[in-house]
Nanobody, 125 residues
Framework: VQLVESGGGLVQAGGSLTLSCTAS????????RGWFRQAPGKEREFVAT???????YYADSVKGRFTISRDNVKNSWHLQLNSLKPEDTAIYYC????????????????????WGPGTLVTVSS
C-alpha cells in the first residue's frame, strides 16, 4: 500500500493551492481519509478528514478556508487550501484509516494506518 501526495509549493499569503493524495494497493473508499501537517519545531497536527459516509471534519484553524474532498473512483482525496496564511506553512501529510471508524478519533494521528511521505507548503508574507 502506498500513499503519495502532490500539489505542494510556494504561494503568497492569500493565495490558493490544491493538494492531492493518491493511494495504491488497496481501496480506502469506505474508511476515513485525512490530512495532517507539521510545521518546523512543532508536532504533527490534524487538518481535515473525510469519512466513508462523506462527513467532513476540520481543525478550527482552517475551517472556512480549506476543503477536503474525495474521488473514490481514483482512490484519491484532495485538500483545497484557500486564503493561505504564513502560519499554514508546513509539510502536509495525507493519511488513511483501514479499520471500522471509532467516533471522535478523526483528529488522532495514531488512529491512521497509512501515511504519505508529505509535501511541503510554503506561504510567504
Amino acid at each position: 500500500v502506498q500513499l503519495v501526495e502532490s500539489g505542494g509549493g510556494l504561494v503568497q499569503a492569500g493565495g490558493s493551492l490544491t493538494l492531492s493524495c493518491t493511494a495504491s494497493g488497496r481501496s480506502f473508499s469506505t474508511y476515513p481519509r485525512g490530512w495532517f501537517r507539521q510545521a518546523p519545531g512543532k508536532e504533527r497536527e490534524f487538518v481535515a478528514t473525510i469519512r466513508g459516509n462523506g462527513n467532513t471534519y476540520y481543525a478550527d484553524s482552517v475551517k472556512g478556508r480549506f476543503t477536503i474532498s474525495r474521488d473514490n473512483v481514483k482512490n484519491s482525496w484532495h485538500l483545497q487550501l484557500n486564503s493561505l496564511k504564513p502560519e499554514d506553512t508546513a509539510i502536509y501529510y495525507c493519511a488513511a484509516q483501514s479499520h471500522k471508524y471509532i467516533s471522535g478519533t478523526y483528529p488522532d494521528p495514531s488512529k491512521y494506518d497509512y501515511w504519505g511521505p508529505g509535501t511541503l507548503v510554503t506561504v510567504s508574507s
